[in-house]
């Protein structure tokens, strides 16, 4: 049974009181794909062409490429998920139209994205639990960003709004989805002729076809699956907009200066010569 979400064209698993089980959300995100599998595909080609290079060129000895082929790549990123995640949620999208939507939507989901990852940088480095807490409340901010035009502060609370009370529930879920794909993951590692220590070309560029074109964009629908199930479930409650703002500050406030100590330590030692 499944029922229109009020905020978007995508059809998602019926919710009454809780969210779906994995099985069922997975064969929902399955489902999703294979109705839509060539718009999925050309997107994520975005992805599959720079990770295909990075697997060619890994025992390159010039670091350079290895550098180049590595930014490329997490450019072609920050374009191909705004992008997935508008084709998830308005099924009639043409894949250049869901790129052509998505790229205005990059600056606030990359706002988005660096606040939310400060912030569990800075949970994480200084004590390892509330790093791992907030990466469970935040892990919607993006798709918050792109879905109800929020951007920054605003769609790391709405997101915590969102998974609080179903922290648990939710990990679960991503661990479930975590666990099948690593093994199937091993499977083809092993079919293909590598190994964990040594992997062959060919099963480098096997993985890269399966992992980008296959299990991040059912990874995502799963995810997004997830995501409208909770704002359902929230959808007859009022968020306190300032509950958990100061929490988030300090975090964020915590992350940035580690992180511009660490950029400025490393310049030091690069250039301290300079100075």
């Not at 639990?129 to 469970?136: E, K």
């Not at 918050?144 to 915590?160: D, F, M, T, Y």
């Not at 709004?161 to 993951?185: H, P």
């Not at 560029?205 to 059912?218: A, D, R």
Request: hydrophobic letters at 55%; aromatic letters at 12%.
């Amino acid at each position: 049974m499944e029922e229109t979400n009020s905020t978007s064209d995508v059809t998602t698993p019926n919710i009454v009181a809780t969210i779906p089980s994995a099985p069922k959300l997975l064969g929902w995100a399955w489902k999703i794909y294979s109705e839509r599998i060539i718009t999925f595909i050309t997107i994520s080609l975005l992805v599959f062409i720079p990770a295909i290079l990075l697997a060619l060129f890994q025992n390159n000895e010039n670091l350079l490429v290895g550098q180049i082929l590595t930014a490329v790549y997490v450019l072609a990123y920050i374009v191909y998920y705004p992008a997935l995640i508008l084709t998830i949620a308005k099924p009639d999208l043409t894949a250049s139209e869901a790129l052509r939507n998505g790229n205005k939507l990059i600056l606030p989901f990359l706002l988005t994205t660096l606040l939310s990852l400060l912030a569990i940088f800075g949970g994480t480095i200084l004590l390892l639990i509330p790093g791992i807490a907030l990466s469970g409340w935040l892990m919607f901010s993006g798709m918050v960003a792109i879905n109800e035009n929020l951007k920054g502060l605003p769609a790391l609370q709405r997101s915590w709004f969102y998974v609080e009370g179903k922290w648990t529930t939710v990990m679960v879920k991503f661990i479930f989805f975590g666990v099948i794909s690593f093994l199937l993951s091993v499977i083809l590692l092993l079919l293909t002729g590598g190994d964990f220590e040594t992997p062959s070309i060919t099963s480098d560029v096997v993985l890269s076809l399966w992992s980008e074109l296959l299990i991040t964009p059912l990874g995502l629908i799963y995810s997004y699956g997830i995501y409208s199930s909770l704002k359902d479930l929230k959808a007859g409650q009022v968020q306190d907009e300032k509950k958990h703002l100061g929490t988030l500050n300090v975090f964020i406030a915590i992350g940035a200066i580690l992180v511009a100590a660490a950029i400025g330590i490393t310049v030091y030692k690069d250039f301290g010569f300079l100075f």
